[in-house]
T-cell receptor, first 115, second 113 residues
Framework: DSGVTQTPKHLITATGQRVTLRCSPRSGDLSVYWYQQSLDQGLQFLIQYYNGEERAKGNILERFSAQQFPDLHSELNLSSLELGDSALYFC??????????????FGPGTRLTVL | DQQVKQNSPSLSVQEGRISILNCDYTNSMFDYFLWYKKYPAEGPTFLISISSIKDKNEDGRFTVFLNKSAKHLSLHIVPSQPGDSAVYFCAAISGAGSYQLTFGKGTKLSVIP
C-alpha cells in the first residue's frame, strides 16, 4: 500500500459526459501528479500540482482540468468525454517538488471506460 | 514521439536465471532514470534508479546499467524469482523543476518456476 488513495476504482460513463477523479496523497506529501495509461500510449504525464498551485503541464487536453485543494487532495476533471479517453488514470504524490528528485508514490488508479 | 522506448513487450525467463530488461531513450536532456514495477490492479512501484553521472547502480538482486553514449539502460535481475513476474517500466526525468516522469510502454516479465 503506497498510501495514495484514488476514488473511484472504476467508472463507466457515456460519450459527452463529465467525470471527476479524486486523489488523496500520502500524508505529508505536497506534490501531486496525474498520469494517463492508455492501451497504445503507455503512462503519460498530464499535470502536476504543488501545495495547491499548478507546477507543470504535460500532454493534457483542454477538456481536462485539475486542481489541488487546501487539504492537498486533488481532483482531475474530464469533460466532453470521448471513446479515446478510456484509460487508467494514476495519481502519484511526492514530498516536495524542489531541487532534487523525490520518489513518486502511485495510487492504484481509476479505470475509466467511456461507452 | 516516444522519448523512452522499451522495444520488448514481453520476456520469459526461467526461475534462477538472469532477467535483462532493456530501455532506450532519445532525449539527451534526461539526467535521471528509474525503473518501476507494476502488478495487475496496482499502481507502479519504484524499484531502482540511476543518475546520469553513474554507469551502474546495484540494490540486492537488481542492477541498473546506463550507457549514456548509446542512450541505453538495462535492468538486470539475478536470480529471477516467480514473484518478479510483473510489468516493468523504464522512466526518465529531465532535471530540475517538475520531475514529471516520461515512461516507456513497459515490458511484461514472466518468471517460470
Amino acid at each position: 500500500d503506497s498510501g495514495v488513495t484514488q476514488t473511484p476504482k472504476h467508472l463507466i460513463t457515456a460519450t459527452g459526459q463529465r467525470v471527476t477523479l479524486r486523489c488523496s496523497p500520502r500524508s505529508g506529501d505536497l506534490s501531486v501528479y496525474w498520469y494517463q495509461q492508455s492501451l497504445d500510449q503507455g503512462l503519460q504525464f498530464l499535470i502536476q500540482y504543488y501545495n495547491g498551485e499548478e507546477r507543470a503541464k504535460g500532454n493534457i487536453l483542454e477538456r481536462f482540468s485539475a486542481q489541488q485543494f487546501p487539504d492537498l487532495h486533488s481532483e482531475l476533471n474530464l469533460s466532453s468525454l470521448e471513446l479515446g479517453d478510456s484509460a487508467l488514470y494514476f495519481c502519484a504524490s511526492s514530498e516536495l517538488a524542489g531541487e532534487s528528485y523525490n520518489e513518486q508514490f502511485f495510487g492504484p488508479g481509476t479505470r475509466l471506460t467511456v461507452l | 514521439d516516444q522519448q523512452v522506448k522499451q522495444n520488448s513487450p514481453s520476456l520469459s525467463v526461467q526461475e534462477g536465471r538472469i532477467s535483462i530488461l532493456n530501455c532506450d531513450y532519445t532525449n539527451s536532456m534526461f539526467d535521471y532514470f528509474l525503473w518501476y514495477k507494476k502488478y495487475p490492479a496496482e499502481g507502479p512501484t519504484f524499484l531502482i534508479s540511476i543518475s546520469s553521472i553513474k554507469d551502474k547502480n546495484e540494490d540486492g538482486r537488481f542492477t541498473v546499467f546506463l550507457n549514456k553514449s548509446a542512450k541505453h539502460l538495462s535492468l538486470h535481475i539475478v536470480p529471477s524469482q516467480p514473484g518478479d513476474s510483473a510489468v516493468y517500466f523504464c522512466a526518465a526525468i529531465s532535471g530540475a523543476g517538475s520531475y514529471q516522469l516520461t515512461f516507456g510502454k513497459g515490458t511484461k516479465l514472466s518468471v517460470i518456476p
